[in-house]
């Protein structure tokens, strides 16, 4: 027999805690928090759904449950932001052992502990089929040092802040049953675990250097499009600058894939894409060095016109929105 409704609700009120600026937590009909003056409120909220964002044959709860955290911290990090505080609603089916749910639940706060995140409340139902969780998550950001998908200029450069195509090679070795394989650990943690990058979100808010700056969670094709649409620009990427790994490189000869298609399509990469003034780059890099010890790959050019277009050994194509898009697949 699993958890109730009312067991499970006062379980996870036990294990949320108390924190800054909360005003009343779980238990009552709404959360109340106050914001600080002279900063301004973010709020995102993904859902996650089992057979499409993930698998429970292989994705293990404590795993599953970071994960579902760190999507929604990834998407305040992409506007410069702290997050602050979250909701979680679950969809669960009747037979959802009590171990899988405190596992689940132990990893989803463990992902908001490392980031000063507190849980302060959401919804539980009964789901009469699959698995589904949303969250929903609040960051606030100084005024003037919110960054978003607008912005981009011709001449700046296009960044990106890791390398790319990990999380899409973890998937397609999940799928081939080689997820306990310790060889390809990297990868396979990319996919299951992804890691927020919500420092380094910060020190690029605040540095006063960056255009344009969003996640990647559907692939470079998808994600830098939306930046060049928002700000009605165009980019022009290339192939060779694109940051791979030698073990993706491996892995893609294992699953007979293309390196290049998992870093500019496979998505849920959850860096962070930026874009520079060229006469800043260099400035930004030195800074991200010393407060972070991270390095910025350059990965081609904001340019004017329409579309991203990737140059590959001289032959150009467009990309756009070529990465995963829900409800076409």
Not at 2 to 20: D, F, H, P, S
Not at 64 to 71: C, I, P, T, Y
Not at 88 to 110: S, V
Request: glycine fraction near 14%; charge should be negative; charged fraction near 20%.
């Amino acid at each position: 027999m699993g958890y109730g409704e009312r067991e499970l609700i006062a379980l996870v009120r036990a294990m949320a805690g108390e924190g800054k600026g909360l005003v009343l937590g779980i238990g009552d009909d709404c959360a109340a928090f106050c914001p600080e003056p002279g900063r301004l409120t973010l709020v995102t909220s993904d859902a996650l759904v089992a057979g499409v964002h993930f698998d429970l044959s292989w994705h293990p709860a404590h795993a599953l449950g970071r994960k579902a955290a760190a999507v929604n911290l990834s998407d305040i990090a992409a506007m410069g932001g702290t997050p602050r505080f979250a909701l979680l609603n679950l969809a669960l089916p009747t037979a959802m052992a009590n171990q899988w749910l405190d596992e689940f639940m132990a990893g989803f706060l463990a992902m908001l502990g490392e980031h000063g995140v507190l849980l302060i409340g959401g919804d539980t139902v009964a789901s009469p089929h699959d698995l589904m969780i949303s969250v929903t998550v609040t960051g606030e950001v100084a005024e003037g040092e919110m960054l978003s998908r607008k912005g981009a200029r011709p001449g700046d450069l296009i960044m990106v802040s890791g390398q790319l195509g990990e999380a899409a090679a973890g998937l397609a070795l999940c799928r081939q049953g080689l997820e306990g394989d310790p060889r390809w650990q990297p990868l396979l943690m990319a996919h299951l675990d992804p890691a927020p990058q919500v420092g380094l979100g910060l020190v690029l808010g605040q540095s006063g250097l960056v255009h344009a700056l969003q996640d990647i969670s559907d692939g470079l094709a998808t994600d830098l499009a939306h930046i060049c649409a928002e700000s009605g620009v165009g980019a022009v990427v290339e192939a060779e600058a694109i940051p791979v790994s030698p073990l993706l490189m491996e892995a893609a000869g294992v699953c007979g894939h293309s390196p290049l298609a998992w870093a500019l399509s496979g998505g849920e990469d959850y860096q962070l894409l930026l874009t520079v003034p060229a006469d800043k780059a260099r400035d930004l890099s030195e800074l991200l060095r010393e407060k972070t010890g991270r390095e910025l790959f350059s990965v081609g050019r904001i340019v004017a016109g329409r579309g991203v277009i990737l140059d590959e050994a001289g032959q150009k194509r467009d990309i756009s929105f070529q990465g995963y898009e829900h409800l076409k697949g």
